[in-house]
């Protein structure tokens, strides 16, 4: 009797022109997630090609695709690395293709790659409701961390002096080595230059710039580029905040809230871990309100080894 070739191989790295399967597997995978969660009706967007390109390439060789037997692309993962903190996400395997070994297959390979490049600090993050993923990354080794918490804030007012911005400047390099210096600080080993200076190149997005006493105390770095494809700007996302001092996060959040108002978008969104209980409360004292959880998961024997001082959040989300 005649069989399907189910064979699959990979990984193989991800290019530009893999963005149009990428974004079909992203929604077909992702909805289907969702409606097996209960959320029947809920359909994913795809989406902008601009956001998968700075996914692939600040994933660079960890940007990882398979494809069947007839070259069609059947699932992929994307790996980063930002110096020793690395994680997994999106991922997703072809709903008809779920549950043949590809999805455990995809997982180790990112670790594997992530152990090779450096990594001491493994992970990834999963919807707290879907128990399913829970267990299938648990069965890899990945124990239930805490909470990363998205806290959200309507943009109401009139634009005011935006401050300090990587986009003012003509010459960037000496920011980002000053940016990377106060993160080595505060963390040793975590490096966010890639991400800073690829938001840059493509402009979905900036960097705030926070000093004291002239020296760099703070930064954050935010994306305001629509996540779905043919999507209006409405928020800013924040990706990652460095701040010596409680105080200087303060004015990194104001100072993010009016870049908001100057991009035009309605809302501003923080991604906080419940861990980390001083940033949280200040963005609820400042009217912040929870909108959406993940569950991070963190690799047995690679959890993240903490900041050194000051206050570093890190969104493991594109």
């Known amino acids: 009797m005649w069989r399907p070739d189910r064979s699959i191989r990979g990984p193989e790295r991800a290019t530009h022109r893999d963005v149009e399967p990428l974004n079909r597997v992203f929604a077909e995978a ?3 997630r969702y409606s097996r969660d209960g959320l029947v009706g809920v359909r994913v967007p795809q989406l902008n090609p601009t956001i998968w390109r700075y996914a692939l390439e600040d994933a660079g060789d960890g940007a990882m695709i398979w494809r069947d037997a007839a070259g069609e ?3 992929f993962n994307m790996v980063h690395r930002s110096g020793t903190e690395g994680w997994m996400g999106p991922l997703a395997v072809r709903p008809e293709r779920q549950g043949e070994g590809l999805g455990s297959n995809m997982v180790l390979s990112g670790i594997d790659w992530l152990k090779a490049e450096g990594a001491r600090t493994i992970g990834l993050e999963t919807m707290p409701r879907t128990v399913d993923n829970i267990g299938f990354y648990s069965r890899l080794g990945f124990m239930p961390g805490h909470l990363t918490i998205t806290l959200v804030r309507d943009v109401h007012r009139r634009p005011g002096e935006i401050g300090e911005v990587l986009s003012g400047h003509t010459e960037v ?5 000053q940016c990377r210096e106060l993160t080595e600080e505060l963390a040793p080993g975590i490096d966010f230059t890639r991400e800073l200076a690829l938001t840059h190149e493509l402009r979905i997005g900036d960097t705030c710039l926070i000093r004291r006493g002239g020296e760099l ?5 935010w994306h305001s580029a629509p996540l779905a494809a043919g999507r209006p700007k409405d928020e800013l996302r924040v990706l990652k905040l460095v701040a010596r001092e409680p105080e200087d996060f303060d004015r990194t959040v104001e100072a993010v809230q009016r870049a908001a108002a100057a991009e035009r978008v309605r809302r501003v969104a923080v991604r906080c871990q419940s861990a980390l209980a001083e940033p949280y409360l200040r963005l609820v004292d400042q009217g912040f309100r929870v909108h959406w959880t993940d569950l991070r998961m963190i690799l047995r ?6 900041t050194r001082r000051g206050i570093i959040l890190s969104n493991w989300e594109i």
């Open 30 to 32: 992702f909805t289907d």
């Open 73 to 75: 692309l059947v699932g």
């Open 173 to 177: 390099g000496p920011l980002l080595d």
């Open 217 to 221: 105390a703070a930064f954050a770095l």
């Open 301 to 306: 024997g690679y959890a993240a080894t903490g």
